[in-house]
């Protein structure tokens, strides 16, 4: 082992002499090889990347992706019949984060919005939710693999600013879901302005979004706060689709005829990356933008024939 | 440099004072532990001391060491009582930073082996950890409290010496054969649990790698904060298909009660803490190591497929690893006896 390098360094000498007779090799010392060789344990090259899903780093599939729209396109287009207007002041490049109104006991406006923008600007959304998701076995896996992140300003912010994503945020969280069909179309309050926050830290436009129709698909009539606490979640809804059909109702939709209108990207005049912004200045875009969806929904309320038909 | 590594018995301990020894410019390194140590080494100085570093000061002033590596801080906590955990972790820290902040003491570098244990796993947790977020949930557990105490004593130690470099560490879950941790451990069995209904992102990081990026913090100026965890992350059935493992589910609910059998028969022995990772996972964002120079040889792809190839061939060849034993009489001839001539130049 010791005059392993030794000997393969004559050996090289003895080629290189015969391959290159004008070389003078005398000065070479034959013991040159030794220090190749290292004291410690070769280090083993790493192996190649051979992954068995397409699980990306968000907990995404894209393939179980693939599979959710061609099972959920039939109720977009067929059940919901989603229509959209200012289709175009979706960007087709860069961050933005879309803001939109919550409803529906189980709420079907994410998929709708997620599912109309991907199949028609060819984008991928990513949802942000409530973390409860992420403790739910089974769904919350299942809502992580189709899209779903968890709804921290640090995620929001990576898939704004660092990868330039469309990020769909519902800012009234459970206050909008859980609020009873009376209240149907009035807007609760948008958090404490968290996503302005992060759109002016990202440096990329809120777009409002005010869908029409999901408030009608599965009317909450009556809350029970008890059963809500008992089962540690944000609240225990009798919706009109339970009383209708039983345990089927928690899953069947009422076919509400949607209407999802875009309205133009609000800008903010701010630099990006600032350690804080003022509390009252996100507080009044927050506000603003509240307004905006606020205002267009009565408009398209107005317009609206028939809950069913549009 | 002079330096000093705590816990030479541990695997990190021996591996970083072989690294050590290969550094022409390191004159010195002294080596401390409880346990007598487990890999052969040329030139280190082994001195036995108590689990808490109680005569580390001595140590230090004597040697005059200018480096310090803690390696020996306990993660796993199925080897360690809560009692013998504090005692090493917090006792053991305390008593080291003491020795290293003393007046006129040399040591001019500390590098500190920690865990993302530290950030918890919890349900309202980022999907990447950065160094300068705080956790989320509360430390439940006693090896996560004594981690954040650890790491509170070393924050206020680079404040009171700000002539030291101290840089502190955070690994993502270590996987390699040569290192025994619960994930490790677990992966070695024909079964290997899982929470029915969950399947979390889970990070690795390579031991290469691990000793890589200790050597990397001894060997540049680069004091701070740091997270080590190899790049992406993979959800933990697929680091079960990759190691080519069956899944056994455990109910979502009292899953530590459930697990308890299997812990009973020695099938597996998953602390809280590494429940709570099969839960809910953990990412650590590694870009501020890359920054400061560091450079991954794995990904945590890679990483898990080169544990996946190493468990193959030892399955088939055999625990490779030769066994050494420590035997003071044989080092210290080799070290000291004027009979050996050593340092050939």
Redesign the interface.
Known sequence: MADGPERATERALEIAAATHPDLDLTEIDPGIGRELVP??RL??P????????D?D???RSEHFRALTRRAFDPIYKHWFRVEWEGFEHLPEEGGALLVANHAGAIPPDAPSIMHGIEKDLGRPVYGLAE??F????????LWSRSGG??A????AY?LLHDEERLVLVFPEGTKGTGKLYTDRYRLRRFGRGGFVDIAMRAGVPVIPIAVMGAEETMPILFKSPRLAKMLNIPYFPVTANMLAFGPAGLVAYLPAKFRIRVLPPVYFDVAPNQERYSRSRVMEESERIRRMVQDALYDMLRKRRSVWFG | MRALVTGLSTYWGGRVAQALEQRPDVEVVVGVDTHDPRTPLERTEFVRTDSSHSILARIVRATQVDTIVHTHLVVDSTRATSRTLHEINVIGTMNLLAAAGAPSSPVRKVVLKSSGLVYGANKADPYFFREDMARTGPANTPVERSLLEVEGFVRDFADDNPHVDVSLLRFANVLGVDIDTPFTAALRRPVVPEILGFDPRLQFVHEDDVVDALMYSINNDIPGVYNVGADGNLPWSEVCAIVGKRRFALPPAFTNLAAEPARLLRLWDLPPEAMQLLRFGRTIDNTRYKHAGFRYSYTTATTIEAFAQALRLAGTIGDSSPSYRYQREVEDFFRHSPAVIRSPE
């Open positions: 004291l410690a280090p083993e790493a192996p190649p990347e051979a992954r068995r899903s699980v780093q968000w907990g973390h409860l992420r403790t739910l076995p089974v769904v919350g896996t992140v968890t921290h300003p640090d995620n990576r």
